[in-house]
């Protein structure tokens, strides 16, 4: 179950408990990365980066709130679980309600983590698959051509051969060509597909 | 309709100005110089012709004269002729008394003027006379006088005499023709024609001769003789002599013609010329002054109309005038200059004017026709009118009639007022009252005037009588109040003793509860002077209720938490703990996770194991301490006092104030001077008092930049007793009456504090009969010290 280019990434200022999260996620048979400031992981990141993040909430310098709206910013999808201390909750609540996939509160039964975990992590590889997706069918889009293009958009809106080719000003037989070219370049067999497929990404 | 033009014309005259009045000149004498000039010329003329016919007059005299001269002359000269026939034929005697008798008496008879001729000896006796009947002379008549000397003269000069002039029997005037007769040498006597003049004028002169002349005959002395009228002439300019030289004698004949009409006549022309003159002068005078009279009215008019168009000009009410039918005949300056429209582009037009906005038609049309119909109302007609440039404006139209001249309506004047300014001016005022009237019945204070005298209330706010009544106004304040007044012996002043000059004047500020509602006022009554001069008393009453109400809880509070001050610290200290604990814990938790995994899984290094566990046995120690400390800072019971090294206080303060010193960015400097005593006190209490410090200092630099914040914690012997430590910083620093006031219970400068540490920190302090205050720093700041007792230096005074 575990997607091998999936990484947890922990950032957190107390030694101690970025030593003891490697050993017990290791255990699991995650990959581990830890930082030890907020900074210090925005400098690594990438934006391909799949897994999850874990961010303690009390950092000195930039805290582990603030990371998470730069990462908004800067279009970040990896999820993000907030590790907060006592008291801390009303600020977890706002950063969840920001955007943030999950937190747990100090100290936690280490099966809460990993069942977070888990879930961020299926949540990531959900995202990854779109995005993947989305791609082919981009790929796919940009081998039409213009006029294909503009014949599909008007089959998608649900118009008729005939109108198509009113609209257009090109003869029936052309559009049902063009229409022909399209499915078959698109990868579908059936208007339902196409139109499911053109949804997708747009 | 012709009426109404009529009128419209007179309208227009009225308003048009009178000419201008002419030059004063000397312009007005010309009339009187031509009259004059007139009148003399018309003398000079009536002169001219009188004179003219004096001459035409004496002409004719002289002709006639002439005739006159020629026939007495031809007259004489005849009878000369006949005297010197019978003397030949006497000096001949050839004449015998009949044929004398004959021919004289037939000579006589046909010459009237000889009365007789007579034949005289040289001694004067009358022998012949012929007529017979004559009875002028007589036969043996002696000539006497003048006549005897005339005869002897002729006698002597021996030709023909006449006589002297004499007066005959019948006393007429007569003179004798004497004719000597000699033979030889010798004198036989003379033949004497007795001629009488009158008759000789009579008989030569034709009647209209004398009908017209006045003849008068004069002797050679000029002695008058005969006049043929015995009305003498005045007049002698036509006149004339005419002197007939007899022998021996003068016949002089003076002649005056009659003048026709009189003597007066020839003035007549003159005088009539000179009363008409008169009654042109006196008649011009009256003109003149008639003139004169008319132009000072002129005068008095044309000032009135400029003073009434001045004012009508000057107006910046707006003058409009309509004739019956609604046409416009009269707009003033200010109407034009409102409407922004020309005078020539009002006049004369007829409903819908130009000035009407299209959208006000049926109202404006409305309103003329009932203005039209006389019912105008006295208020006039307020409605909106357009400039020429289309900006709309508000006016007021008065109506009023416009009487002409000859005391018949002519149309409807209308007075037109720009109200836009006092309109907007009103609609400001009322909102002003408006927003007046929001604030003040938007107060929750209960706000009310009443009369100092009288005790009605002029005034109320909605406050006031949500809770008096909403009747209140003009009742009376007293009885309004009678639940919640000030009573009359608290008051400062008794109001109706304050004289105008005292206002304002302060009544009355103080606390009172509602008899019937129980509510908390605190009313505030002061004396001022009312909008219409009288004294009045205004009272503001704000419901004080719910604030007594917490004050009374807060009171409570304030005990309680007295009580638990202590109690309180300890849990945030316990809380500031806690929150350390967590990383320990946390970590430990994981350890011992991944290695249960591991194990569970089989799939394990006992290295790896080893190492987890020892780093998790570290972390366990670690949470240990901070429990420790923990149960150290909450040890109930007696302080216990021990001797202690400050640099241990302060590094185990330290300790908790560096998290906060951390996140603040502020840097806390120790310093403390070498071989310090120890001191004897309660760690923990006097650790709590440093970390107070500590937190007061930090927040107190939390809004000065970073580089500012520093925290200094210096210590210094004062003497062998006591050790006095110092905590600055350079925040904010304390207003005067806080240093007063931040060790009191509950008084805090902070938004979050609870008021109560530094309240404890001096209480601690002087547990330890120290000593704890606060100075400003002189370089901006707040420096705290306290003082602490040394511990009594016994026989190890290396330590």
């Known amino acids: 179950m575990n997607d091998l280019t999936q990484t947890i990434y922990v950032v957190d200022d107390d030694e101690a408990m970025r030593d003891s999260m490697t050993w017990l996620l290791e255990g699991e048979g995650y990959v581990v990365a830890c930082f030890d400031s907020a900074e210090s992981f925005l400098k690594a990141r990438r934006d391909d980066m799949r897994g999850c993040l874990i961010l303690d909430v009390r950092m000195p310098e930039m805290s582990g709130l603030e990371l998470h709206e730069k990462l908004d910013a800067l279009g970040s999808e990896l999820p993000v679980i907030f590790v907060t201390g006592h008291g801390d909750v009303p600020m977890a609540v706002s950063a969840l309600q920001r955007g943030a996939c999950d937190f747990i509160e100090k100290p936690f039964h280490n099966e809460d983590l990993l069942s977070r975990i888990v879930r961020a992590l299926e949540l990531d590889a959900q995202l990854s698959a779109r995005r993947q997706r989305n791609g082919a069918i981009s790929h796919r889009l940009d081998q039409l051509t213009q006029r294909e293009s503009e014949v599909m958009k008007l089959v998608v809106a649900g118009k008729l051969n005939k109108q198509i080719a009113d609209e257009l000003n090109i003869s029936m037989k052309t559009v049902e060509a063009h229409r022909a070219r399209v499915m078959e370049k698109m990868g579908v067999r059936t208007l339902a597909e196409l139109v499911k497929a053109v949804v997708t990404v747009n | ?42 003398l000079i003329l009536t002169a001219l012709l ?18 006159a001269e020629r026939t007495i002359e031809n007259r004489l000269h005849a009878h000369q002729d006949f005297l010197g026939e019978l003397g030949r034929e006497q000096e001949f005697k050839q004449l015998t008394y009949e044929a004398f008798q004959v021919k004289a008496g037939r000579y006589a008879r046909e010459a009237p003027e000889i009365q007789a001729i007579i034949w005289v000896d040289t001694d004067g006796k009358v022998e ?3 007529p017979n009947e004559s009875t002028a002379v007589f036969v043996g008549e002696q000539l006497t006088g003048e006549r005897l000397a005339a005869l002897q003269k002729a006698l002597r000069v021996r030709t023909e005499v006449v006589s002297a002039d004499y007066r005959d029997a ?8 004497i004719l000597p007769v000699q033979r030889g040498s010798a004198d036989l006597g003379a033949f004497i024609a007795v001629e009488s003049i009158e008759a000789l004028l009579r008989t030569t002169l034709p009647t209209v001769f004398t009908t017209r002349y006045s003849l008068t005959v004069v002797d050679a002395q000029n002695r008058e003789v005969l006049s043929n009228s015995s009305v003498k002439p005045t007049d002698r300019q036509v006149s004339g002599q005419i002197s007939l030289d007899l022998p021996n004698n003068r016949l002089g004949l003076n002649i005056v013609a009659y003048r026709v009409g009189g003597a007066w006549l020839p003035f007549v022309p003159a005088a009539l010329i000179i009363v008409l003159t008169l009654i042109a002068s006196v008649t ?23 003073f009434r168009q001045a004012m009508s000009q000057s107006l910046i009410t707006g003058l409009r005038a309509i004739d019956l039918e609604g046409r416009i005949t009269f707009v003033n300056a200010a109407f034009c200059r409102m409407t922004g429209f020309d005078e020539s582009e009002l006049v004369g037009i007829k409903p819908p004017y130009p000035y009407w906005p299209p959208e006000e038609f049926d109202r404006l049309q409305n309103n003329i026709d009932t203005a039209l119909a006389g019912k105008a109302p006295a208020s006039g007609f307020e409605m909106r009118i357009m400039r020429k440039s289309g900006e709309r404006f508000d006016v007021r139209l008065y109506f009023s009639p416009l009487i002409g001249t000859n005391g018949q309506q002519i149309g409807w004047m209308a007075s037109m007022n720009d109200i836009t300014e006092p309109k907007r001016v009103r609609v400001e005022l009322e909102r002003a009252h408006e927003r007046f009237v929001t604030v003040i019945d938007g107060l929750d204070s209960a706000v009310h005037v009443a009369d100092v005298q009288t005790g009605e209330i002029l005034f109320a706010n909605r406050a006031f009588q949500n809770i008096f009544g909403f009747d209140a106004v003009g009742q009376n304040s007293a009885q309004v109040t009678a639940a919640c007044r000030p009573p009359p012996e608290q008051l400062a002043r008794d109001p109706q003793q304050i004289g105008a000059d005292e206002l304002p004047c302060e009544l009355f500020d103080g606390e009172l509860q509602h008899t019937l509602s129980g509510h908390w006022y605190h009313l505030h009554e002061r004396a001022i002077r009312w909008v219409d001069g009288r004294t009045v008393r205004v009272q503001i009453g704000a419901d004080i209720t719910d604030r007594k109400h917490i004050d009374d809880v807060n009171l409570q509070q304030q005990k309680r938490l007295e009580q638990t001050s202590r109690l309180i610290t300890m849990g945030e200290m316990a809380s500031s703990l806690a929150h350390e604990l967590n990383q320990p814990l946390s970590a430990i938790a994981n350890y011992c996770a991944g290695c249960v995994k591991r194990m569970q899984a089989g799939n394990y290094r006992i290295d790896d194991i080893l190492a987890a566990m020892q780093k998790a046995s570290d972390q366990a120690e670690r949470a240990g301490k901070i429990i420790r400390r923990m149960r150290d800072m909450v040890k109930k019971g007696d302080p216990n006092r021990q001797p202690i090294a400050l640099e241990e206080l302060v590094d185990e303060t330290r300790a908790f104030a560096d998290i906060d010193a951390q996140r603040t960015g502020t840097q806390i400097v120790v ?20 970390l107070n410090l500590f937190k007061n200092g930090i927040e107190a630099m939390s809004d000065v930049p970073v580089e500012r914040r520093l925290l200094t914690l210096q210590a210094r012997r004062v003497d062998e007793r006591m050790l006095e430590i110092t905590v600055a910083d350079q925040g904010h620093g304390l207003a005067e009456e806080d240093i007063e006031k931040i060790f009191a ?11 109560i540490g530094l309240a404890i920190c001096r209480s601690i302090i002087e547990f330890h009969q120290g000593r704890l205050w606060v100075e400003p720093r002189r370089e901006g700041g707040t420096v705290f010290h306290f003082t602490v007792p040394i511990e009594e230096l016994g026989e190890d005074s290396n330590e």
Request: charged fraction near 25%; hydrophobic fraction near 45%; avoid cysteine.
């Open chain 2, 1 to 42: 309709m012709a009426d109404a033009a009529r009128a419209a014309k007179n309208l227009a005259m009225l308003m048009r100005p009178p000419l201008p009045q002419p030059k004063h000149t000397r312009l007005w004498l010309a009339p009187y110089v031509a009259i004059g000039v007139f009148a003399l010329a018309m």
């Open chain 2, 50 to 67: 009188q004179w003219r016919e004096l001459d035409t007059a004496r002409s004719a005299l002289e002709g006639d004269m002439h005739w």
């Open chain 2, 128 to 130: 012949w006379v012929a």
């Open chain 2, 170 to 177: 019948t006393q007429r005037p007569a003179h004798d023709i």
């Open chain 2, 284 to 306: 011009l005078i009256q003109l003149r002054r008639h003139a004169q009279h008319r132009a000072d009215t002129e005068e008095e008019l044309r000032t009135a109309y400029a």
């Open chain 2, 671 to 690: 310093d403390l001077p070498d071989n310090l005593p120890k001191i004897v006190v309660d760690r923990i209490m006097i650790e709590q008092v440093l």
């Open chain 2, 745 to 755: 219970p509950f008084y805090t400068t902070k938004a979050e504090g609870m008021g």
